[in-house]
């Protein structure tokens, strides 16, 4: 990334992870005023509550398909057969004005970083993966079928954010909220932060059959 740049900011998690609830709470802070939240386009159908141009650009797939042909994202990604995209104008742009955060699963993250070596990538760990099916299961939003891929895939998810940047331990909901901010706002280094996550829970996670 460029030196002149304003920081970008990478948050990803398993399904159900809770990152949309927490950088929900995270913009209620008056602090946030000069960050902006990247919208990602998406051919996933909307959910109830979902609201366009707030929670996602809702798009046809042919479309998205034109956009990708045409290179206007910076990334994509397709999650359980929805397709994923950020657009590539409005990241570049608005790294010219502000700090802009990115909510996206670990392969659009990993993306991010490779275009944008001085990304902070930032993962959201589950204290263990039944918090992660209690947590899908409560939000009532897929089938057991789409739940139970969720959670094949939560293992490799795991193991790919682990060598994110900053690791947040999502088990307390304040707690979490405490450490976002305290990246984001205090522009805390690498090996300033002091994670929750332990090599115990590290190891439980990836153990875990």
Request: aromatic content about 10%; some cysteine; overall charge neutral.
């Amino acid at each position: 990334m460029n030196k002149n740049l304003h920081n970008l900011f990478v948050i990803s998690s398993p399904s159900g992870g809770g990152k949309t609830s927490l950088l929900k709470a995270f913009f209620d802070d008056d602090r946030t005023k000069e960050i902006v939240m990247s919208i990602s386009h998406t051919t996933r159908k909307k959910r109830p509550g979902d609201i366009e141009g707030k929670d996602y650009f809702f798009i046809e797939k042919e479309e998205f398909l034109k956009k990708e042909k045409k290179n206007d994202f910076v990334e994509t990604a397709n999650v359980f057969g929805n397709l994923y995209g950020t657009d590539k104008k409005f990241v570049y742009d608005q790294l010219q004005i502000s700090d802009i955060i990115l909510e996206l699963d670990w392969q659009g993250a990993e993306s991010i970083k490779r275009i944008f070596p001085n990304a902070f990538l930032i993962s959201l760990i589950p204290p263990s993966y039944k918090d992660l099916e209690d947590r899908l299961r409560g939000r009532a939003l897929d089938a057991d079928n789409t739940i139970s891929k969720r959670l094949s895939e939560s293992k490799t998810e795991v193991t790919k954010c682990l060598s994110f940047d900053f690791l947040i331990l999502n088990d307390e909901f304040k707690k979490a909220l405490d450490d976002l901010k305290d990246i984001i706002f205090n522009k805390k280094k690498v090996n300033e932060f002091k994670s929750r996550v332990s090599s115990k829970l590290t190891k439980n996670l990836l153990d875990l059959e």
